[in-house]
């Protein structure tokens, strides 16, 4: 009878989500509601008439790519990080580093290109929305980095261990950046639809 007992308990205890991990998910959630109520906002502007037709730069699409690449890149890293591979979880978490930087450089290059083609922060709606809209969603990229340049330290001044707080440490970076990547995916599939 107390097989059965501890038996239900550790099962119990596995199908339990991690508090901070939920608290993560709820932020997420909070975020999405947020970014949910500017593009309802930027559909409702629309309709309201004064609005500026435009094609998004090239760049924006290449953004995309680079951060799909540092996602795959960082779940590449998670993997060889449970598996022990050391010298992969490290480099992969790297290039996911490095690539996150590249996003952010490469939407600094799409604001530049939108100026190219007369859309300036302040010249119609349209144009402000995309600018807040991927302003605001580049400040969350960048909390993502910080928490990648935390992991790329204990990466590499940490001896390699893999403990259920380091694992929780990275689950946590690593739901977080898919979030951030699902959400430009999203958005970029927003401006485009309603372009």
């Known amino acids: ?29 909070s975020l999405m509601m947020m970014f949910a109520a500017f593009t309802s906002a930027y559909i409702v502007r629309q309709a309201a008439g004064n609005w500026l037709e435009f094609r998004l730069p090239n760049v924006f699409f290449v953004s995309t ?86 992991a790329l330290l204990h990466a590499f001044t940490l001896p390699y261990k893999l403990t259920k707080k380091r694992k929780l440490r990275f689950e946590m970076t690593l739901i977080y950046w898919h979030f951030v990547d699902l959400l430009w995916v999203y958005l970029l599939l927003f401006f485009i639809l309603q372009g």
Request: glycine share 10%; net charge positive.
């Open 1 to 29: 009878m107390d097989s059965i007992v501890a038996n239900r308990q550790e099962i119990t205890r596995r199908n339990k989500i991690h508090p901070k991990k939920f608290a993560l998910i709820v932020a997420c959630g």
């Open 65 to 150: 790519i680079i951060l799909l690449a540092s996602s795959l890149s960082l779940h590449g890293s998670y993997l060889s990080f449970k598996k022990g591979n050391v010298q992969a979880y490290r480099w992969l978490m790297v290039l996911s580093f490095v690539l996150g930087l590249g996003f952010v450089v490469s939407q600094y290059l799409g604001w530049q290109a939108l100026v190219g083609i007369g859309v300036e922060l302040t010249t119609n709606p349209s144009g402000s929305f995309v600018y807040v809209i991927s302003g605001v969603h580049v400040a969350h990229v960048l909390g993502g980095i910080a928490a990648l340049l935390v």
